[in-house]
């Protein structure tokens, strides 16, 4: 796995190609919309029947990138749970291995839309947002310049035409400045980058890192193609 090294306002961090985002000088690892149960939601809300695995295949991808980069702290960028009932609706294996990774490291849940209270008996604490030296985490991207802003909350997506075909992803968007991340969650969709909810937070344009099975692409706005 190849990881991204960029300046965010001065802080510098390392993306993953999962979608995580690393910063060595705290080995503090973040991760945006794990939407942990959300297959279980949807079973429980409609017709519409998805394999139950979301969950344990989320957790998988977070137990991979905890490995790799041994973090001392892991902060979860709010909707961490699809819904509030989601914690009770975690199967007693899942349960286990969440408690297992909050006890292993420092585990912060940043409260989300979906998830406002965090869950009660998974350990970890709780803010609503957190500062990082010259970062802000918080769930939803707030208004106006927010400078050194990191956030999570809109599921960016982007697409690119390539010599062969055209191809879309999710991906971080950044200016150098804010970042939004992508979601983390297996069962997550996207919002186009060229959405105005993303791209009106980066008036003087941004570049984009999507994601890859083993590294990170990067591309300027301009070279986006069309909606994702």
Same mark, same amino acid.
């Given at each position: 796995?190849?990881l991204?090294?960029?300046?965010? #306002?001065?802080?510098?961090?390392?993306?993953?190609?999962?979608?995580a985002? @690393?910063?060595?000088?705290?080995?503090?690892l973040?991760?945006?919309?794990?939407? @942990?149960?959300?297959?279980?939601?949807m079973?429980?809300?409609?017709?519409?029947?998805?394999?139950?695995?979301?969950?344990?295949a989320?957790?998988?991808?977070?137990?991979?990138?905890?490995?790799?980069?041994q +973090?001392?702290?892991?902060?979860a960028?709010?909707d961490? @749970?699809? %819904?509030?009932?989601? +914690?009770?609706?975690?199967?007693?294996?899942?349960?286990?291995?969440?408690?297992?990774?909050?006890?292993?490291?420092?585990?912060?849940?940043?409260?989300? #839309?979906?998830?406002?209270e +965090?869950?009660a %008996?998974?350990?970890?604490?709780? &803010?609503?947002?957190? *500062?990082?030296?010259?970062?802000t985490?918080r769930?939803?991207?707030?208004a106006?310049?927010?400078?050194?802003?990191?956030?999570?909350?809109?599921?960016?997506?982007?697409?690119?035409?390539?010599t062969?075909?055209r191809?879309?992803?999710?991906?971080f968007?950044?200016?150098?400045? *804010?970042m939004?991340?992508?979601?983390?969650?297996a069962?997550?969709?996207?919002?186009?980058?060229? &959405?105005?909810?993303?791209?009106?937070?980066?008036?003087?344009? @941004?570049?984009v890192?999507m994601?890859?099975?083993? *590294?990170?692409?990067a591309?300027?706005?301009?070279?986006?193609?069309?909606?994702?």
């Amino acid at each position: 796995m190849t990881l991204t090294p960029i300046t965010l #306002n001065g802080e510098a961090l390392q993306l993953t190609p999962e979608g995580a985002l @690393f910063r060595p000088a705290c080995r503090t690892l973040v991760v945006a919309d794990l939407h @942990f149960e959300k297959g279980s939601a949807m079973a429980a809300r409609s017709a519409r029947l998805a394999p139950p695995y979301d969950t344990t295949a989320t957790l998988e991808r977070i137990v991979r990138v905890m490995r790799r980069m041994q +973090p001392k702290r892991v902060i979860a960028l709010g909707d961490s @749970f699809h %819904d509030v009932a989601g +914690p009770d609706r975690l199967a007693p294996a899942e349960r286990r291995r969440i408690r297992a990774l909050t006890q292993a490291v420092d585990w912060v849940w940043i409260e989300g #839309n979906h998830d406002p209270e +965090p869950p009660a %008996d998974l350990g970890g604490t709780s &803010a609503a947002e957190m *500062r990082l030296g010259g970062l802000t985490l918080r769930h939803a991207p707030a208004a106006g310049a927010a400078v050194g802003e990191i956030a999570g909350h809109l599921h960016p997506k982007a697409a690119v035409m390539t010599t062969a075909r055209r191809v879309t992803g999710f991906c971080f968007v950044t200016d150098g400045r *804010r970042m939004v991340m992508p979601a983390f969650g297996a069962y997550t969709g996207g919002l186009d980058v060229q &959405a105005q909810a993303i791209r009106g937070l980066f008036r003087k344009g @941004f570049r984009v890192f999507m994601l890859g099975r083993d *590294r990170l692409y990067a591309f300027p706005m301009s070279s986006l193609s069309g909606r994702a």
